[in-house]
């Protein structure tokens, strides 16, 4: 019995674990939880995780959470190519150092972004006030230039010649403000050189697969006026800006 995954492609975490899945063969039941809706409050998926975010994992009668984990454990269960998350000590400790910055500055500035750029106003119907949009965007034009100088620098990867974990859930995070039309990619040569590697290693099918949701974030507002808006997502909101 293949595991599943319990997955929103709208997530960049999500979207991690799905293209690393998909690339290195490793046979997992889709399961979808659609944000938007709430459905990770529902009952359902509360007897899946009482922690209610996505991704989840189930193998068997085993039960993971956090993305990371996920992509780790999926990496040694499976035995998947050594450079995704290799054993030698100090490659897996610069994969390692990425995964553990990447939280509070990639992961959380091009989360605000997408935030302000998409959500928020498809939700409101009015655009963010221009000083918290400009204030997001200067955050994650920091967090891109410390991306380069000292995760990327002159390297083709992160650890070197081969693409690791770390290169896959940096691209997830950087092509979520893309999908609101804001291409982080433009005017950064290296970090374009980067990207197109990445994509490359990735399969270009598998990777539009993956961010094709992200890709057609216009299409929230009628989302939220079929479904409603969920209550958690006002109050997120609201948390925005009291």
């Not at 997830?172 to 950064?188: A, C, I, N, S, Y």
């Not at 197109?196 to 539009?208: A, Q, S």
């Not at 939220?224 to 958690?232: A, Q, R, S, V, Y």
Request: contains cysteine.
């Amino acid at each position: 019995m293949p595991l599943e995954l319990y997955l929103d492609l709208h997530s960049q975490p999500c979207r991690s674990v799905f293209i690393f899945a998909k690339i290195n063969k490793i046979p997992f039941e889709f399961k979808a939880v659609d944000l938007s809706a709430g459905e990770q409050y529902g009952d359902e998926f509360g007897k899946v995780s009482i922690i209610r975010k996505v991704p989840v994992l189930k193998d068997g009668d085993f039960i993971l959470t956090e993305s990371i984990a996920i992509l780790q454990y999926l990496a040694a269960k499976h035995h998947t190519p050594d450079h995704w998350y290799p054993a030698e000590l100090q490659k897996r400790a610069q994969v390692d150092e990425f995964l553990s910055w990447q939280h509070t500055n990639i992961r959380t500035h091009g989360s605000k972004v997408f935030w302000f750029r998409g959500v928020l106003p498809a939700v409101t119907g009015a655009p963010v006030p221009k000083e918290k949009m400009d204030a997001a965007v200067e955050d994650l034009n920091v967090s891109l230039k410390t991306f380069e100088d000292k995760f990327l620098q002159s390297r083709p990867f992160i650890i070197g010649e081969k693409i690791s974990l770390a290169d896959l859930v940096a691209i997830v995070e950087m092509m979520q403000p893309v999908g609101t039309g804001l291409d982080v990619f433009q005017g950064r040569s290296a970090l374009s050189a980067w990207r197109d590697r990445v994509k490359k290693e990735i399969g270009v099918e598998v990777f539009d697969e993956a961010h094709n949701v992200i890709m057609n974030v216009d299409t929230l507002p009628q989302t939220f006026e079929n479904k409603g808006l969920p209550e958690f997502l006002k109050l997120r909101i609201q948390k925005m800006f009291n």
